[in-house]
């Protein structure tokens, strides 16, 4: 167990949908990675939080956002879902730019 | 150029069989080198860093080549219970700790 929970752990949403996914770091942690993974693929690393403001962004676009709250958890939301947002949703957290921690990941389906 | 590239396999082993497998990267700036092991549909977790030195835990040796941009991964002696998909991933960018994976590649250990 890493102490880094996500939620909601599998979800259905049809084209054009919303969607926030949330994570819960780890106790002590103040930075918060989000990473996509497709089917087949590595994680594609998404943003990056760190005490509250964007740290660094992947090649994602901007209907991809983020918020990290006081408490260091953090939210990812997608608009205008996509059937390629399919994938495994990956949280990891981290003090600084220490080691990553993962969540289990939140399974999104788009149909 | 990916950044990061694995053979993705799958490598079907007989138990007790040594393999090993190879991940290349582009960024001659990369600051640092990790395996992941990933189980199916679960999330990565840290198998080892893997420092210029070399470094060994139990059976599983890790080797970087910084000369030729690969780093490398030994198992020795295979269980059934190291079937599983094995990533690599780097660090470029000192600044935050942001991992750029490779596609992993998929081991089977068979009886």
């Known amino acids: 167990e890493t102490g880094v929970t996500q939620s909601p752990t599998h979800l259905i949403k049809t084209r054009g949908q919303q969607v926030t996914l949330r994570c819960s770091s780890q106790?002590?942690?103040?930075?918060v990675s989000w990473y996509q993974q497709a089917l087949g693929q590595g994680p594609q690393f998404i943003f990056q939080y760190y005490r509250e403001e964007e740290n660094g962004r992947g090649n994602f676009p901007p209907r991809f956002s983020g918020l990290q709250f006081p408490n260091y958890s953090s939210e990812l939301n997608v608009n205008a879902l996509e059937l390629d947002d399919s994938a495994l949703y990956l949280c990891a957290s981290s003090f600084g730019t220490g080691e990553l921690f993962f969540g289990e990941g939140s399974r999104l389906t788009v149909l | 150029r990916k950044e990061v590239e694995q053979d993705p396999g799958p490598f079907n082993v007989p138990e007790g069989a040594t393999v090993a497998f190879n991940c290349t990267y582009s960024?001659?700036?990369?600051?640092?080198f990790f395996w992941y092991r990933q189980d199916c549909r679960k999330e990565p977790k840290l198998l080892m860093s893997v420092y210029s030195s070399g470094n060994e835990d139990g059976r599983f040796t890790a080797q970087l080549n910084r000369a030729s941009q690969y780093i490398s991964l030994l198992i020795r002696d295979s269980k059934l219970s190291d079937s599983a998909t094995y990533l690599c991933?780097?660090?470029?960018?000192?600044?935050?700790?942001?991992?750029?994976f490779g596609k992993g590649t998929m081991l089977l250990v068979s009886p």
């Open positions: 991933a780097v660090i470029s960018n000192s600044g935050y700790s942001t991992l750029t």
């Open positions: 960024n001659s700036a990369s600051q640092s």
């Open positions: 106790s002590g942690h103040n930075t």
